[in-house]
C-alpha cells in the first residue's frame, strides 16, 4: 500500500465551508478532484474553458502555465482571479469560485446527462 506523503496545503473553498488538502506539485482542481469533492466548477481541466475561474482571497498559489486571457484579464490576475487548474498552492489557500456557482454541480451535470 502506498502512502502520499508529499507536503499538504489546506484549501478552502468559501462558498461551501469544505476544505481539501492539495500537494503543492498539483493544481487546486486535481486536489479537489483526487479527492472526489465538489466545490469548484469542472470543465477541460487544462486552461481552455475557464469553467474553474476562482479568486485567491487568502494565501498564494504559484503558475503551472499560462492562463488565457480570454477567461482571466490582467486586472482581474491582479485581484486574485486565476484558473484553479493553472495554479498550486504555496501556502493554505482560501479561494471563491468566481463564475455562476452552483453547489450541486456534479448533481445537475449527472442529471443532465441522463436525459
Do not use: W, Y
Not at 75 to 84: D, K, V
Not at 94 to 109: N, T, Y
Amino acid at each position: 500500500m502506498m502512502f502520499d506523503t508529499r507536503p499538504k496545503m489546506t484549501v478552502h473553498v468559501a462558498q461551501t465551508g469544505e476544505s481539501f488538502p492539495c500537494a503543492g506539485d498539483e493544481s487546486l482542481l486535481q486536489g479537489m478532484l483526487r479527492l472526489g469533492r465538489n466545490g469548484i466548477p469542472v470543465g477541460c481541466v487544462n486552461g481552455g474553458c475557464g469553467i474553474c475561474k476562482v479568486r485567491v482571497t487568502d494565501g498564494q498559489c504559484r503558475s503551472l502555465g499560462p492562463i488565457s486571457r480570454a477567461h482571466v484579464s490582467a486586472e482581474e490576475e491582479a485581484q486574485g482571479f486565476t484558473l484553479a487548474c493553472r495554479v498550486a498552492p504555496v501556502t493554505a489557500v482560501r479561494l471563491e469560485v468566481a463564475g455562476k456557482f452552483e453547489k450541486p454541480f456534479r448533481k445537475g451535470f449527472a442529471a443532465a446527462a441522463n436525459t
